[in-house]
């Protein structure tokens, strides 16, 4: 009897520790994966940046186009230059998982105005 209490103990344990995972960090991520090219602030005034003339994620109209399913999809995908065929953004599917994309739009989403 002993013994199924002490397992019975452990797994609520166990499941209440799974429960309380915490969210992953957007902000984090973004800073470890995109920040070269797009900045710290979304605005994409680095010297990649420039050179790709990528797109201000702080420009409201910006914002309004893209839709999270739309990020996540450049995200998984990466994208090419249309003229030269060349990677412009790197896919990141088999760096970060589903939820850690969702926390990265969260943040992207943050830039919104600023």
């Given at each position: 009897m002993?013994?199924?209490m002490?397992?019975?103990a452990m797994a609520a344990v166990t499941f209440s520790g799974a429960a309380f995972a915490a969210d992953p960090d957007g902000?984090?991520?973004f800073s470890k994966n995109c920040m070269t090219c797009h900045g710290k602030d979304g605005k994409g005034e680095?010297?990649?940046g420039e050179a790709m003339?990528?797109?201000n994620l702080t420009d409201?109209?910006?914002q309004?186009?893209?839709t999270d399913d739309g990020i996540i999809k450049q995200m998984t995908d990466g994208s090419k230059d249309k003229e030269t065929g060349k990677d412009r953004m790197p896919s990141f599917k088999a760096t970060l998982k589903p939820d850690?994309?969702?926390a990265v739009v969260k943040h992207v989403r943050g830039f919104k105005g600023k």
């Open positions: 002993k013994s199924a002490a397992m019975l902000a984090k991520l680095t010297d990649i003339k990528i797109t409201a109209k910006v309004e186009r893209l850690e994309m969702k």
